[in-house]
């Protein structure tokens, strides 16, 4: 699969060919994201520095940003939770903030 045929799969919500991460609301590093931030107000960092909070050793970093992206709104509305990216001179930053 091209990297072109992916992305019309992505978007057509089909499942793509095996060896490519399924991005859905039900993804386990999302659930994980929702019960950590229950107890914290903010968070900070890279996806990298994200994944090591969460202890999560399956995620790869560009799934990360790719989850928020995607998903960004169903996490502001249903649980409150804001995601804002910037960008450093090499590093893309992540800040998370719960808002209920």
């Known amino acids: 699969m091209t990297k072109g045929d ?8 089909d499942k793509p060919k095996e060896g ?12 994980r994201l929702v019960r950590f931030m229950a107890t ?11 994944l090591k909070e969460l202890n999560d050793k399956s995620t790869p ?9 995607k998903f960004w709104y169903t996490l502001y509305h249903r649980d409150g939770i804001d995601v804002r990216f910037r960008r450093t001179n090499r590093k893309r930053i992540i800040e998370i903030f719960k808002n209920k």
């Open 6 to 13: 992916l992305i019309v799969a992505m978007a057509l919500e």
């Open 20 to 31: 490519y991460p399924v991005l859905t609301e039900g993804h386990p590093f999302l659930q």
């Open 40 to 50: 914290k107000e903010h968070c900070l960092g890279t996806a990298t520095d994200l």
């Open 61 to 69: 970093p560009n799934t990360v940003t790719k989850l928020l992206n």
